[in-house]
Nanobody
Framework: QVQLVESGGGLVQAGDFLRLSCASSGRSFSTFDMGWFRQAPGKEREFVAHITWNGGDRCSAESVKGRFAISRDNSKNTVYLQMNSLKPEDTAVYYC????????????????????WGQGTQVTVSS
């Protein structure tokens, strides 16, 4: 099994930054592709960013390009989401997700493509 625990959320003002972390325990983290998703109140869950098992390929949603960056540290079993220039519309619960994808170079944008999920961390951006 894989357990994922997000942290780093909070209440910030528009234009501020936050860095979310997602720590993994269980099976080998370095063989998993990782993704970040978010869900705002009354809206469907949406893709934010993805990083391949070795960090070699990354992709992100158009709405966050140039502002958010995904990264990982396999020695710490942790994936990060650096969020800059936050906007009120970024307010949501942010979830990290994992899927076993050794040697993959695909960008996985759909939630159903991930097998493991964290409990989420709330990000609130005030105007």
């Amino acid at each position: 099994q894989v357990q994922l625990v997000e942290s780093g959320g909070g209440l910030v003002q528009a234009g501020d930054f936050l860095r979310l972390s997602c720590a993994s325990s269980g099976r080998s983290f370095s063989t998993f592709d990782m993704g970040w998703f978010r869900q705002a109140p009354g809206k469907e869950r949406e893709f934010v960013a993805h990083i391949t098992w070795n960090g070699g390929d990354r992709c992100s949603a158009e709405s966050v390009k140039g502002r958010f960056a995904i990264s990982r540290d396999n020695s710490k079993n942790t994936v990060y989401l650096q969020m800059n220039s936050l906007k009120p519309e970024d307010t949501a619960v942010y979830y990290c997700a994992a899927r076993a994808s050794p040697f993959s170079r695909t960008c996985f944008r759909n939630g159903y493509e991930y097998a493991y999920w964290g409990q989420g961390t709330q990000v609130t951006v005030s105007s």
